[in-house]
């Protein structure tokens, strides 16, 4: 009989990983907590995937709406620093897509419907000789080779096989809503870092064709206590003065606690975690989705590797392969961008003056801004 996987979570990597095992004809079962229930804010949380990731949706023939950037600028706010990536710089067609949160789920999970149970969880599971077995919410045990978490940030299951090795509350807010720019190039996302706030805006085809952007808008925590769309256009006018344009809010504004972490292991006999439930990002990089598609691939192709040569694929001598293969890239991604974070925190002057003269050196050297583009589309690891 052909060896099983259960996957516990079916957000966007969970399906994901799904479609991966469905490509290698390997059986799969997802147990998602929540149903899928869109809401009227749905449109609004953006994501931006890395052109690895766009071509393995492509391939396994996911489609649905997304916005292609060809340019990424990023300002220093408090000073003249900048430095430009384009497409053409690294021979490529775009440096990433953006999507909308809920269309990409909704396309994932239409694909791999009818092996996805809802409304039920994984509330514990122990090894028996032919792989897991799980117990769920609703009382019914299921069986597989291999367990995969999948469950996003604070995993239980998770948790229960492995601990932080870091961890971290940035004591800030992610603000995401909606803006119409009639000044800015649709091609181009834009990165502004002020002070304490980093402003990220990705174009944002939603069906329309008026200039829409996504606003990814990290800031502290009292500030986005007190922001709220009746002062928000006084707290914009500086972005509008760095950019020379106007900034039209057309939605509200969803909010998101900023934190990092990572395990120290991602695997035990007959289970594994990928994905946000071992390791978050500072968004401000758009990274988290891509390394979890990263994780699922690779796990997939040593699940299959596993199960061609007739091995057990709960084994931990193959999991490990996976972790090998994942867990320092994942660990060097995550510490990179809290760098960069520290980096535009300081307020000290002459680190500013350190800061903006770095960036516009950088802008000069192509074969730097080259390496920077392959690593950020996922082509180059590092
Ligand atoms: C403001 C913001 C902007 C971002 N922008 C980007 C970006 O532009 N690009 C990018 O790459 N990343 C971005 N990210 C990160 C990205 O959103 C996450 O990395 C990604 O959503 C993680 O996907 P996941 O499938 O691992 O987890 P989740 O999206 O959290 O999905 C987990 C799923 O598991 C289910 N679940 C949870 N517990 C259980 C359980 N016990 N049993 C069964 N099911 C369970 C949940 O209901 C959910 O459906 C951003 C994050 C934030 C906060």
């Not at 350190?354 to 960036?359: Q, T, V, W």
């Amino acid at each position: 009989m052909s060896q099983s996987v259960l996957i516990s979570g079916g957000g966007i990597v969970g399906s994901f990983l799904g479609l991966e095992l469905a490509a290698r004809e390997i059986p799969f079962k997802i147990i998602e907590k929540k149903p899928f229930a869109p809401s009227i804010n749905d449109h609004i949380r953006s994501l931006t995937l890395n052109l690895s990731a766009c071509e393995r949706l492509d391939y396994l023939g996911v489609t649905t709406i997304s916005s292609l950037i060809q340019r990424m600028k990023v300002f220093d706010g408090s000073g003249s620093g900048k430095l430009s990536f384009d497409c053409g710089e690294a021979n490529i067609d775009f440096l990433a897509k953006v999507f909308s949160f809920n269309d990409l789920r909704e396309a994932l999970l239409r694909k791999v419907e009818s092996s996805v149970s809802v409304g039920d969880e994984i509330t514990s599971f122990k090894r028996i000789d032919s792989g897991i077995q799980a117990s769920l919410s609703n009382g019914s045990i299921l069986e597989s080779n291999l367990l995969v978490i999948a469950e996003g940030r604070n995993s239980n299951l998770a948790q229960s096989i492995a601990s932080e090795n870091f961890s971290k509350d940035y004591e800030q807010v992610a603000k995401t809503f909606l803006v119409e720019i009639p000044e800015l190039n649709r091609k181009e996302a834009i990165q502004v870092f002020h002070e304490k706030e980093i402003f990220a805006l990705m174009p944002y085809r939603n069906g329309t064709e008026i200039n829409q952007f996504s606003v990814v808008w990290s800031m502290p925590k009292d500030l986005a206590l007190d922001l709220s769309l009746a002062n928000i256009s006084t707290h914009l006018q500086k972005f509008e003065k760095k950019l020379s344009c106007n900034i039209k809010v057309i939605s509200e504004l969803l909010s998101f606690p900023l934190s990092a972490h990572h395990l120290d292991t991602y695997c035990d006999h007959g289970v594994c975690i990928i994905a946000d439930a071992a390791h978050s990002i500072h968004p401000l990089a758009g990274q988290g989705i891509n390394l979890g598609i990263s994780d699922a691939i690779i796990l997939a192709e040593e699940i299959e590797r596993a199960a061609n040569s007739n091995k057990d694929i709960g084994q931990l001598a193959f999991l490990k392969k996976y972790e090998l293969r994942r867990k320092a890239l994942n660990a060097s991604m995550i510490k990179g961008v809290d760098l960069l974070f520290n980096l535009f925190q300081q307020d000290n002057p002459y680190f500013r003056l350190g800061r903006n003269f770095g960036l516009k050196m950088v802008d000069k050297f192509s074969f730097l801004k080259k390496n920077f583009i392959l690593h950020a589309s996922g082509i180059q690891k590092i």
